[in-house]
């Protein structure tokens, strides 16, 4: 049950406020909503990936405390500007400047009373790193005949990284909410923490922009051909299928019987590639060249005197890796690939056995 206002301890001002507060409630609740709902909508919409995304409004008890401590600095209700807040947590510090724009471009932002804590501190202290701007929805975004008021409060959004919100909340919950003045030894931890949380945000920025430079670089010597300098792996080897460097071999092998080819991702390729001792993108272009021509005679053998009218368009580079995986390991080596390809079965002997004894048909091996 709500306590009588009298029971807050506060002043005949800080009761009426309380009382204006507790009368307009439900305008209060209808504005987080409609806030939220603005807010969802423009980062689906601007495709921006979020940690978290909330809206409250201020409980009663703590609007109380506030207005104890802080009473005679808000001449009336509309002054206190975080009865209902919004925040938006995102992963990476430089990401929280890329939201403020979207949330510029959105609300009517009061620049005198919105604050950016980030700026606050000095550059040899550490602390409460958070982008709080002071906002009103404009009548052209949103009107509500029901709540017409809406357009006419203040509300706050708070904007910051995953760290920082966990540095909020663990010194809110330690000091502002503690009811005792914090010892200074326990500030120098907090403080110490704040560093800890700060570096690890700026190094999870950098690495992420580096990150991205080097897939832009990848793209651009993948493009290029210049396939030695890039790196076998996941990322690499999507870029250089993407090519489909195949699709000679394969065609080749498909008129064989007049057969489509079915596309199919190669990706399972990949690390049986690496048990071969592949290291580069370079060094999968070399083996391709070198064994397509292995490959095609391997695949005339399976495929002639059958009725097969498709074909994978993974088969040429199922076949170059068989070939190369035969020359480093003889049959034991196909086994191997294979057993890497497909998973431990009792058939991929037997399989290995009848494509050896093809290869040394087609080949000396």
Not at 93 to 104: C, L, N, Q, T
Not at 204 to 220: A, P, Q, W
Request: hydrophobic share 40%.
């Amino acid at each position: 049950m709500e306590k009588e206002i009298h029971e807050y301890g506060l002043d005949l001002h800080g009761s009426m406020l309380l009382a204006e507060y507790r009368e307009k409630y439900p305008v209060y609740c209808r504005l987080k909503e409609v806030v939220l709902e603005l807010l969802t909508n423009c980062m689906q919409q601007g495709r921006l990936i979020v940690s978290g995304l909330e809206a409250r409004v201020k409980q009663e008890a703590s609007l109380a405390g506030k207005l104890e401590l802080k009473g005679q600095k808000y001449k009336q209700l509309s002054d206190v500007t975080d009865l209902v807040g919004a925040r938006i947590i995102t992963f990476y510090s430089d990401e929280v400047d890329k939201i403020s724009a979207w949330v510029d471009s959105l609300f009517e932002v009061d620049w005198d009373r919105s604050v950016d804590k980030r700026k606050l501190l000095g550059k040899d202290t550490f602390g409460y790193l958070s982008l709080h701007y002071i906002c009103r929805i404009p009548e052209s975004l949103y009107r509500d005949e029901q709540y017409p008021e809406i357009n006419r409060i203040w509300f706050e959004v708070q904007m910051r990284t995953a760290l920082q919100h966990v540095w909020a909340s663990m010194n809110h919950d330690t000091g502002y909410k503690s009811g005792f003045e914090v010892p200074p030894e326990y500030i120098r931890s907090l403080s110490r923490l704040a560093g800890l949380l700060e570096l690890a945000d700026e190094e999870f920025s950098r690495i992420r922009k580096e990150l991205t430079g080097y897939r832009r670089k990848v793209e651009v010597l993948v493009k290029d051909g210049s396939f030695d300098e890039v790196s076998l792996n996941a990322d690499t080897f999507r870029r250089y299928m993407s090519l489909d460097p195949f699709a000679s071999l394969n065609a080749k092998i498909a008129s064989i019987n007049q057969a489509e080819v079915q596309q199919l991702n190669g990706m399972p390729y990949l690390e049986p590639m690496k048990r071969l001792g592949l290291k580069t993108l370079g060094d999968v272009e070399a083996m391709r060249k070198k064994y397509s021509g292995k490959a095609f005679q391997l695949a005339l053998h399976q495929i002639s005197g059958t009725d097969l009218d498709i074909i994978a368009s993974t088969l040429g580079l199922q076949n170059v890796c068989l070939v190369y995986a035969a020359e480093l390991g003889g049959q034991k080596g196909i086994e191997q690939f294979l057993e890497c390809l497909n998973g431990p079965s009792k058939y991929n002997a037997e399989s290995a056995g009848r494509i050896y004894d093809t290869l040394l048909k087609v080949h000396d091996m």
